[in-house]
């Protein structure tokens, strides 16, 4: 799911359990290796769009959709609600709540709408890619661990700056283990 920002992340995350991706805002317009991400997923799982229903937010989506090909898009919409979200001091210009200052039933309904709602479990036999095994192939916690990491982002053209959770998130998203493993392997060669 594809939001703007880190408060739309955190309300997000206490509704849903999934790969959550910040826009930055208009931060995207000019963060190329995030837009190479949003494709990236794109085309092995597909986006949902959850933007702000204000313009700043239309202009957002409109955005993604330029870049990434309309059959791996599915817009999910908030609906115009007027007020002021909590940690503001004023409401914003347009005077209407975010994905953050909405309620979680506002949220699951939007989602609802446009088919998310089911319950969907992985094969439970399906080896994740966890943070201990970052730390075992020297990607996480060791001495060389920074390089090994840069190298292996490089490798599958992922942005450097992916948090440990991030970058497992990520890697569980689009490969499996054994595709993890090989990659971890092939970008030992990579030159930085």
């Known amino acids: 799911i594809v939001v703007e920002g880190k408060y739309d992340r955190i309300k997000l995350s206490s509704i849903i359990d999934g790969v959550i991706i910040e826009t930055d805002g208009f931060g995207i317009f000019k963060n190329k290796e995030k837009q190479r991400l949003l494709r990236k997923l794109a085309e092995k799982k597909g986006l949902l769009i959850l933007t702000d229903s204000d ?13 990434v090909p309309n059959e791996y898009i599915t817009n999910a919409y908030i609906p115009d609600i007027f007020g ?57 916690g060791t001495a060389d661990s920074k390089i ?22 990520i890697i569980n998203t689009l490969m499996t283990y054994d595709e993890y493993k090989f990659a971890v392997e092939k970008s030992r060669e990579v030159e930085l």
């Open 148 to 169: 090994n990491r840069l190298k292996l982002l490089k490798y599958l053209d992922l942005p450097q700056r992916l948090s440990t959770k991030g970058l497992v998130e």
């Open 84 to 140: 002021k979200e909590k940690r503001k001091e004023s409401a914003s210009k347009e005077g209407k709540l975010g994905v953050e200052g909405v309620s979680s039933e506002v949220i699951v309904k939007a989602l609802a709408n446009v088919g998310v709602g089911c319950v969907y479990t992985e094969n439970k036999d399906r080896k994740i890619v966890t943070t201990i095994d970052l730390y075992d192939d020297g990607l996480n």
């Open 55 to 67: 313009s700043a937010g239309f202009v957002i989506r409109n955005f993604i959709t330029s870049i």
